[in-house]
């Protein structure tokens, strides 16, 4: 590889902007491409972009021959916001899945390293913390505390970003207040319902085990919907299940 290709890939890399690179399996010539940041023109362009939302690399063939696009996507990120007795869960099974976690809680009695051995948590003030941490497009974002001293900070830092999952524990009266504390904020009715609450997939969880799955299930879902389009709406009875602790 072309060492100024390279040193491009790794400054890339590491402002978290997604890359793909193609490679000319005849010729052996590289470059790279920004399907989702740029609209660029090429005989696969349109590939490119679809490999780096499915983050899957792919090959092409072309009017010069076969290319192989290998995409770089920044790394899956979940931000708990909260280090409550349903992050526990949470952020080992998101671990597991692929996701670097951090929780963010003031509270220094609950954000310890004993109760969360092996991530990163940060004692920071939520909406402080989200300026350093930057939510982008890989960026799932779960507000988890019921306290809106906590939880809000976050969320109105998290709204005027890219974060692809925005999601907030509570019933659908607490939520309903939520909305009045966003817009009074202003931020408009679209603009809110990025916010999923109450939080998680309707399965009817009661433990806090049982809502981090809920809760990752559909974080999943929903990282994946650029995929295959919007999953359909759920049936009234499963609307009974939702999760509202």
Request: proline share 8%.
């Amino acid at each position: 590889m072309e060492r100024d290709i390279l040193r491009q890939l790794l400054a890339d890399r590491g402002a978290g902007r997604t890359v793909v690179l193609a490679k000319n399996l005849t010729s052996g010539r590289n470059v790279l491409l920004y399907p989702i940041e740029k609209a660029e023109q090429s005989p696969f362009s349109e590939a490119a972009r679809e490999a780096a939302l499915n983050d899957k690399s792919t090959s092409v063939t072309g009017p010069d021959g076969t290319w192989f696009l290998q995409v770089f996507n920044p790394p899956l990120r979940m931000i708990l916001v909260g280090a409550v007795h349903i992050s526990q869960p949470l952020a080992r099974m998101a671990a597991m899945s692929g996701y670097e976690v951090t929780i963010i809680d003031p509270r220094r009695a609950f954000a310890t390293a004993a109760r969360f051995p092996g991530l990163t948590v940060t004692t920071d003030w939520p909406d402080e913390a989200m300026e350093k941490l930057k939510p982008n497009r890989r960026t799932a974002v779960v507000a988890l505390t019921h306290d809106p001293k906590i939880d809000d900070p976050a969320l109105l830092v998290t709204l005027k970003s890219e974060a692809f999952y925005i999601g907030a524990l509570g019933s659908l009266k607490t939520h309903a207040k939520r909305r009045e504390r966003m817009l009074a904020a202003g931020f408009d009715e679209a603009t809110f319902k990025r916010i999923k609450g109450p939080v998680g997939l309707k399965i009817g969880a009661r433990s806090p085990a049982e809502i981090a799955v809920a809760v990752l299930a559909e974080v999943i879902q929903t990282l994946h919907e650029v995929e295959s389009g919007p999953t359909p709406p759920p049936s009234p009875a499963s609307r009974r299940g939702r999760v509202e602790a």
